[in-house]
């Protein structure tokens, strides 16, 4: 079952003389974990934001998530129900005093029954191992701790689709650690992701990846895929992920017969290559 049915969509800001988004086509199928990479101005955000009813596209011949028709004035809205966003920025969605009062607040919108709320904020709160964080003021949290509140807050409201929008981007590598294993965590469990990054070991947590350049996409298809069309990513500024940029040293060297694209691999491959 396909929960994000997209094809033609295009969006225009207003002023500019081009669209940010041309004739896009893009299916995601519930349960599958999408990776969405390109250059800065590709439309990644712009994507993002109209998948979460945060804008409104200026024209689709079909613009359907989770059923909602993007282009229709009650679709635009009721999507948000369904979907939730997760931007770069958690102090831009954290709005209680405390973490609870934050994890709370999208239920007690929903206006649900007192019980209710609290269990759902000590389920979210262990899940994501704030619970000794209960009553802290979100400006006292690390980075980390910051993004998994928004998160869990994003989430504490059950959705059928999260759109993360470079989540990781303005974190410590623990900080990212902490979100990148909260993201892998929902996705084990069945919530379809929409992840946009531009760190290409991120992409490797996906099923698939789509490329955008200029408004449209260029490329749809698995994370190793994609890695190994190099003129590809050469063209939409990408590089590789760390490990494989080592690979590909070792490739040229003679050491590596192949492109590995995760550590492990790379350790196996060196370690069956040893006399």
Known sequence: MSLIEI???RYRYAGADDD????LDLTV????????????????????RLLGGLARP???ARAAVCGHDLCDHEGHFA???????LFQNPDNQLVGSTVEE????????????????????????ALYGLEALRTREPHLLSGGQRQRTALAGVLAVPR???????????LDPAGRDEVLAAVRREADHGLTVVFVTQEMDEVLMADRVVALASGRAVFDGAPAALFAERALLLSLSLGLPPAAEVGL????RGVLAELTLTLDDLVAALQAGRP
Do not use: Q, W, Y
């Not at 940010?20 to 004739?23: G, S």
């Not at 199928?29 to 993002?48: C, D, I, Q």
């Not at 999507?79 to 966003?85: M, Y």
């Open 249 to 252: 040293a070792l490739m040229e």
């Open 7 to 9: 094809r033609g969509l």
């Open 29 to 48: 199928s519930e349960g599958e974990f999408v990776a969405v990479v390109g250059a800065n101005g590709s439309g990644k955000s712009t994507l993002a």
């Open 58 to 60: 200026a024209g689709a």
């Open 102 to 125: 934050d994890l709370a607040f999208g239920l007690e919108n929903l206006a649900l029954p007192s019980p209710e709320i609290a269990r759902r904020v000590d389920e979210m709160l």
């Open 79 to 85: 999507v948000r129900r369904d979907v939730g966003v």
């Open 160 to 170: 059928r689709v999260l759109v993360l929008d470079e989540p990781t981007a303005m």
């Open 20 to 23: 940010a988004l041309h004739d």
